[in-house]
């Protein structure tokens, strides 16, 4: 008697951790990043650590660097429209020289800061304010 209730224990061990395991993959908790196992995967739909941020919720000097994008400049800073090269597959894959970045100001800093819009050569775009490590597609743009 005491192998059989042994047995059911094993057996019902097993199922939980089976149904734990599924969970965990339906939950999104099973996709990683090629380069980052500890991320999730990117997906055109999204972007890694981000989401989406409407236009209107961009801080005003976002807004003012959306606005000089869609201008063709002039923009502040020598480094604005540089190639992005998305080393760390934070964006969607595309080819070398399809994302370029510019510089959104942060009042108060010494230097360019942290923040940055992204274009892509579609007219998609990115906002950053941690320097690359999360991005939000924008949206609403007009």
């Known amino acids: 008697m005491g192998s059989r209730i042994r047995s059911y224990e094993t057996a019902i061990g097993v199922g939980i951790v089976v149904v734990l395991a599924i969970v965990f993959f339906l939950s999104g908790g099973g996709t990683a ?7 999730p995967a ?18 005003p000097e976002g807004r003012h660097t959306v ?12 480094q604005d429209g540089a190639v992005f090269e ?18 959104v100001d942060t009042p108060g800093s010494p230097d360019r800061g942290a923040r940055r819009i992204v274009a892509g050569q579609q007219g998609q775009l990115f906002y950053t304010d941690d320097h ?8 609403g743009t007009g």
Not at 67 to 78: A, K
Not at 132 to 139: D, K, V
Request: glycine fraction near 10%; proline fraction near 10%; charged fraction near 20%.
């Open 33 to 39: 990043s090629k380069t980052h196992p500890d991320r």
């Open 86 to 103: 998305n080393r760390e597959d934070h964006l969607p894959a595309q080819p070398r020289g399809f994302y370029h970045e510019y510089t």
């Open 42 to 59: 990117t997906t055109a739909a999204t972007v890694d650590g981000g989401g989406i941020v409407r236009y209107a919720q961009l801080p």
């Open 67 to 78: 606005q000089l994008i869609r201008d063709g400049g002039p923009f502040p800073y020598s």
């Open 132 to 139: 690359y490590r999360t991005f939000s597609r924008i949206i």
